[in-house]
C-alpha cells in the first residue's frame, strides 16, 4: 500500500485495521511456536502491523492537533461570517484552491483486489 493513501482518509480507522492485524498475527504466532521458523515470520509480521498502527495512531493525533491550531487561529469576525451556507460553501472552496483540493477518497475492497491482481 502507498504511504500517500495510508496517509489519506482517516488514519486513525487505518490505525485501529493495523493494530487487529497485528494482535490476530501475535495470536497465531503463539498458536505456532513450537515451529520456530513459523513463529519467527509470525512475530515479524506482528511487530510490523502493531508499528504502522502505533505509527498511524500518533499520526492521527498530530493531525487533530494541527487542525485545532489553524482553527484557533482563524479570526473570530471570520468564523462568524462563516454561519451561512453560501460563506461556508466560499470558504471551503478558497480551502481547496488554497491547499490542493479535495483528499483522494479510499479505495474500496474491489479497487484494492484489481490493483493487487493488475500487479500495481
Known sequence: ???QRMLS???SKSAKLYLAIGVISLVKAIAVRKDRERFRTELVDAALFIGVGVALQKYSQLKA????EIES??????AGVAESDAAKEGVRSLAKRQFGGEPEPEPTFRDRAKDAISGR
Open 1 to 3: 500500500m502507498a504511504i
Open 9 to 11: 482518509g482517516d488514519p
Open 65 to 68: 492537533e494541527k487542525r485545532e
Open 73 to 78: 487561529q482563524v479570526p473570530d469576525w471570520l
